[in-house]
């Protein structure tokens, strides 16, 4: 469907005012199978830090161990973002949580309720708002315009999805929480702007970062079973996130706390009171 035909309800996307939000560089194409592809494309070829693509329709979207994202055309955000960290790559894990501050923030700031769970999701009243797929991609090694290593932030936001057109039951939508009809121009300005002020704080003021992520968590504290690809699952307390961007579990009648990575938890739930430990 060309970007013109414009359905009741469901304006395009406003290019005017997303020339310059905080200096990010956005573009917005009709369709395309997937934001994240499209950016990684960009940061292989030498793109610098600071590009954002977004979509009217976008139609294979990627999720995290080879799981899909689906959303209808203009009913939901999908956005990918190019950056550069000057940041020891140890220290990556923590994007994807640095980017959930930031749409929290971007959501909180327009109305609706929010909070994060580990490791990648936003919820509002315990549905998935938003989920957020950061890949690492590296310059080819015989490449000459390739800049060292980029990530690229996915971020897809359900804005008016209605309740027949979730993609699966535990969704949600901000104007299933608010009821009221979604200016998605609005909304991606407001998280670029968020964005911004989150990535610098993870950069400059990491422990900043972490104390306001744990404020929006709604994960630590809650017992929780996080199921391992092996088909194990670590079952306790969700304590705490580490410098790393791990979450720190403790085992029932464990003295010490596991960290895990999102990388080796395929789900994460949270846990009736009858499971005990280790599995
Ligand atoms: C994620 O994966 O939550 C990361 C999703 C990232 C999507 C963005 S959109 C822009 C950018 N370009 C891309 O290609 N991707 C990124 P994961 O935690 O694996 O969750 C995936 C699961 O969420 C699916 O298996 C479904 O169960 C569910 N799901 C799919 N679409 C959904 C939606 N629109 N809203 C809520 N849940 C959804």
Known sequence: MPVSDTPAGRPALDQGR????????????????????????????????????????????????????????????????LLRPDVPAERWPWLPLMTGVAVVGAVRELGYDAGLKWPNDVLAHGRKLCGILVERVEAPADSSTGDGAAAVVGIGLNTSLTAEELPVPTATSLALEGGAPVDRTEVLVTLLRHLSASYAAWRERPDELAATYVELSVTLGQRVRAELPGGGALVGAATGIDRYGRLEVLPDRA?????????????????PTTDTGMQ
Do not use: F, K, Y
């Open 255 to 271: 003295d010490d706390t596991v960290a895990v990575g999102a990388g080796d938890v395929v789900h994460l739930r949270p846990a």
């Open 18 to 81: 997303l020339a310059d939000v905080a200096g990010w560089q956005v573009e917005v194409v009709p369709e395309t199978p997937s934001t994240n592809a499209l950016v990684s494309d960009c940061a292989r070829a030498g793109t610098a830090e600071g590009l954002v693509i977004t979509t009217e329709h976008q139609t294979a979207g990627r999720g995290r161990l080879d799981r899909g994202w689906t959303m209808p055309p203009r009913a939901a955000l999908a956005v990918s973002v």
